[in-house]
């Protein structure tokens, strides 16, 4: 079994930063693509960033410039860097990551979700 553990949300003020982390731990052989997604209260899940295990990243556009995605290989985390945090930001996040295990079989893995809220 494979299990993402999502840590770092919290509440910040607009304009300020938050850097959320997710670990991936149990029956791994690989972790192919990670990534973040957010849902908004009302709204549709959406990508946020995404990564490639060799490092090739995407942003959605209402994030590039401001937020940053990273990962570290030899701990299977996946990171992201958000600055210049917007109220319309606000969302649970959630990792996601494609994790091919030692039976050799790739599946798909969610976090539980960590929120963000950006308010004064």
């Known amino acids: 079994q494979v299990r993402l553990v999502e840590s770092g949300g919290g509440l910040v003020q607009p304009g300020g930063s938050l850097r959320l982390s997710c670990a991936a731990s149990?029956?791994?052989?690989?972790?192919?693509?990670m990534g973040w997604y957010r849902q908004a209260p009302g709204k549709q899940r959406e990508l946020v960033a995404g990564i490639t295990s060799g490092g090739m990243t995407n942003y959605a556009d209402s994030v590039k410039g401001r937020f940053t995605i990273s990962r570290d290989n030899a701990k299977n985390t996946v990171y992201l860097q958000m600055n210049s945090l917007k109220p319309e930001d606000t969302a649970v996040y959630y990792c996601?990551?494609?994790?091919?295990?030692?039976?050799?079989?790739?599946?798909?893995?969610w976090g539980q979700g960590t929120q963000v809220t950006v308010s004064s």
């Open positions: 996601n990551a494609d994790v091919r295990s030692y039976n050799l079989r790739t599946s798909a893995y």
């Open positions: 149990g029956s791994i052989f690989s972790v192919n693509a």
